[in-house]
């Protein structure tokens, strides 16, 4: 249980989590900053992430919401990596209310020598970032597909815009931590060329952005997203448009669950009930809530099942 003083520093830490989207240069560029310590903090706690499954998370769902800034109503993406490295790959959903969710095929990832550094490289290897869009009244979904390229996941994004939808991109992603391994500050920055920019303002921004400092250690010093986008980019005349807050959330609900056992078939349900080990338990890959089905209910859902 919570003690008064860690529930009043995790709230302080709910209200900073924000996401500022923002324009530059008359409209020819376009960004968005997001503060998320408090949202791979939670992603660390919920799946008892080490220090490299942490990273490599915090990065992909922090650069999922990023992504989708973009979306209107009740649209949201899906982030997905496959690959032949040691992380195998991940799946992050985002929407445009800054609900992020996510998780690693692999926890822990299998690595037979310590990490030297923060690079997440070596873990990817060959493979494929998949994004799929699900937006709202739309019949369906469509996705865009690149492959792998550099294995961080922030130049994998900007490689994803630059090929799939001819964007030219810039990301930046980071998690610092403490020297016990505590997440001490998280965040990221997506800058993109609108068709009017032209090339002398482009290099300016490049330039610009090259010049950020790590975002997570701003963050743990108790800088806010104004003060990367008034201070780096001042130049430019940057217009905040909005800001919104961020977190986790997962969707996963019992019912759900419910559902997703009685559409396994008869053949698998039979073999459930031949095992008889119960309570069924079942767990949510996006957040690690488990849920317990006993006999019971299993045996109804076999006799509903076709």
Do not use: W
């Not at 016990?180 to 290099?203: C, F, N, R, S, Y």
């Amino acid at each position: 249980m919570q003690t008064n003083e860690e529930l009043k520093k995790r709230l302080i830490e709910n209200k900073k989590d924000r996401i500022y989207s923002f324009i530059m240069d008359e409209g020819n560029f376009r960004g968005t900053v997001i503060h998320s310590t408090r949202l791979v903090k939670d992603l660390k706690e919920r799946h008892s992430l080490g220090i490299i499954e942490t990273l490599i998370l915090g990065h992909a769902c922090t650069g999922s919401e990023l992504m989708a800034t973009t979306l209107k109503g009740n649209s949201r993406l899906k982030f997905h990596i496959e690959c032949s490295g040691p992380v195998k790959g991940l799946v992050c959903e985002a929407n445009s209310f800054g609900d992020v969710r996510g998780y690693l095929f692999q926890n822990p990832i299998p690595i037979t020598d310590p990490p030297k550094d923060f690079k997440t490289s070596p873990y990817f290897k060959a493979g494929f970032l998949t994004v799929t869009y699900i937006k709202e009244n739309s019949k369906s979904p469509y996705s865009g597909k690149v492959m792998l390229e550099y294995g961080e996941i922030a130049q994998e994004i900007a490689n994803y815009y630059l090929n799939s939808e001819q964007i030219p991109s810039a990301c930046n992603l980071s998690v610092t931590f403490s020297p016990e391994g505590e997440v001490t500050g998280a965040g990221g920055i997506l800058i993109q060329k609108m068709p009017g920019a032209d090339d002398v303002t482009l290099e300016k921004v490049e330039k610009a952005f090259l010049s950020l400092p790590s975002i997570g250690d701003e963050f743990s010093k108790g800088y806010a997203p104004e003060d990367l986008i008034y201070g780096f980019f001042k130049e430019f005349n940057p217009k905040i448009l909005d800001d919104r807050r961020v977190a986790f959330s997962c969707s996963c609900e019992r019912e759900r669950m419910l559902a997703y056992i009685k559409g396994l078939g008869k053949d698998t349900l039979k073999e459930i009930i031949d095992d008889d080990v119960f309570p069924l338990e079942v767990t949510c890959h996006y957040c690690s809530s488990k849920y317990h089905f006993d006999k019971n209910i299993i045996l109804q859902a076999y006799n509903e099942a076709r």
